[in-house]
């Protein structure tokens, strides 16, 4: 099993930056390919960010790709999502998710493990 615990989640006003971070226990987190995830009010959850076991291949959604930022430190058992260019449609829960398969997925379905999100709230 494997326990993701999200957090840096806040309210930041438009164009401003912000860091979420998720903390992986149970399991070496280096054995997992990490993801974000975001849900926003009445919205499906949709994909964010995905990184490798190493750290070295990332996929972005497009929406967020040129703003955010997407990087792990498998001593510290943590990935990390930086957020800069803030827009209000960003707002929404944000998830951490762990997937023990060996490509980077960026489909809901692929991802065995999830944490309990963090609120990034982005006002105009």
């Known amino acids: 099993q494997v326990q993701l615990v999200e957090s840096g989640g806040g309210l930041v006003q438009a164009g401003g930056s912000l860091r979420v971070s998720c903390v992986a226990s149970?399991?070496?987190?280096?054995?997992?390919?990490m993801g974000w995830f975001r849900q926003a009010p009445g919205k499906g959850r949709e994909f964010v960010a995905v990184?490798?076991?190493?750290?070295?291949?990332?996929y972005y959604a497009d929406s967020v790709k040129g703003r955010f930022t997407i990087s792990r430190d498998n001593a510290k058992n943590t990935v990390y999502l930086q957020m800069t260019s803030l827009k209000p449609e960003d707002t929404a829960l944000y998830y951490c998710?762990?997937?023990?398969?060996?490509?980077?997925?960026?489909?809901?379905?692929?991802?065995?493990?999830w944490g309990r999100g963090t609120q990034v709230t982005v006002s105009s």
């Open positions: 149970g399991r070496t987190a280096s054995s997992l390919i």
């Open positions: 990184i490798s076991r190493t750290g070295g291949a990332t």
């Open positions: 998710a762990a997937d023990s398969a060996l490509v980077l997925r960026p489909t809901l379905s692929a991802y065995d493990y």
